[in-house]
């Protein structure tokens, strides 16, 4: 049976959750973008490239990096082959800096040069918007009301824990569902958080200036896998298995989002700064390292035991977070 998107949401509580990020009535366009600029230093991202949004681009040439041009996305392998330039093969290149000066030639290109590069946006495939980010880390309770529906303390610190590279998937993607070992499977919409600077021991005043951008993403979770020792502390082998990262299908960065905790997220327990400035002080960040900064209350786990109605294998997963995108994914 289909979970609808409508009610999805609706039972997920992501429109009570009152954040500027999470709104049910969201679709999948980010601002358009600026044009980039120019003068930063060798192995630098420019300034400008923060006020536009990637994705991963699934080609018959392989995955690239895809930037979003109104309603449609650049294929800028395909360009810089048209315009015989090196440009990042992927999100995790930009970032890192490598071949940024390309991407700005192809990206200051007229439309009639780059014409056969450009792919209406409903006819690309994706792959997850960041693909080898060196850490995931995942926060836990970090609103106030989804600790309060797990009968969970309010955290005094970020509870972080951790999820791998397996379980990344892009948007329109199919979790295969590991049905032999669990069934209790459950949705988390959260904000993702991108880096792009290296971060160590960084203030909360800030914090922000080291992050790329930001994404929509789900903390997929096999519920009777986290709860298998009878406290709910197995969380790597409840959250980690292949594909319970979906996240995308848009980077965006962080000049179209502006501040991450404008308007109504007064139920978010730390902040997107505070929690880099906590992180940072323990563990040197690195570009392209992926925070999932938690989710608001409505779970299925949140639930009363016989109000809970766990997801399964034909059910499809639709969740946005305003200014990120709609991210959409399959379970088999």
Known sequence: METSRRSLLRTAGVAAAGSMLFQSAARGAPAAPAQPGSGAAPGEVPAALRALAYCTLRTPQGDGLGVRR????????????????????STDEMIEGRNVAGLQKVLAASASAVKSALIPIEEARFGPCITRP???????????????????????????????????LGHEGTIKLPSKVAKKFDYEIELQVIM????????????????????????????????????????????????????????????????????????????????????????????????????????????????????????RVQCSVEKCGELSFTLA
């Not at 926060?139 to 509870?159: C, Q, S």
């Not at 290296?198 to 709860?227: C, H, I, M, P, W």
């Not at 002080?281 to 570009?287: D, K």
């Open 70 to 89: 109104e309603n449609r996305i650049l294929d800028v392998a395909k360009a810089g082959r048209l315009l015989k330039t090196s440009v990042p093969a």
């Open 134 to 168: 060196q850490k995931i880390i995942m926060l836990g309770f970090n609103y106030r009301r989804h600790a309060e529906e797990t009968g969970t303390p309010i955290p005094k610190a970020p509870v972080f824990f951790n999820k791998y590279n397996n379980a990344l």
């Open 196 to 315: 792009g600077r290296t971060a160590s021991n960084v203030s909360e005043a800030d914090a922000l200036k080291y992050v790329f951008g930001y994404a929509t993403g789900n903390d997929f979770s096999a519920r009777d896998l986290q709860f298998r020792d009878g406290k709910g502390s197995q969380f790597m082998i409840g959250k980690t298995s292949d594909g319970f990262m979906p996240v995308g299908p848009w980077l965006v960065g962080a000049d179209l989002v502006g501040d991450p905790q404008n308007s109504n997220t007064s139920d978010m327990i730390f902040t997107c700064a505070q929690i880099i400035a906590y992180a940072s002080a323990i563990f040197t960040l690195q570009p392209g390292d992926l925070i999932s900064t938690g989710t608001p209350e409505g779970v299925i786990i949140g639930k009363p035991e016989a109000q809970q109605v766990w997801l399964k294998a034909g059910d």
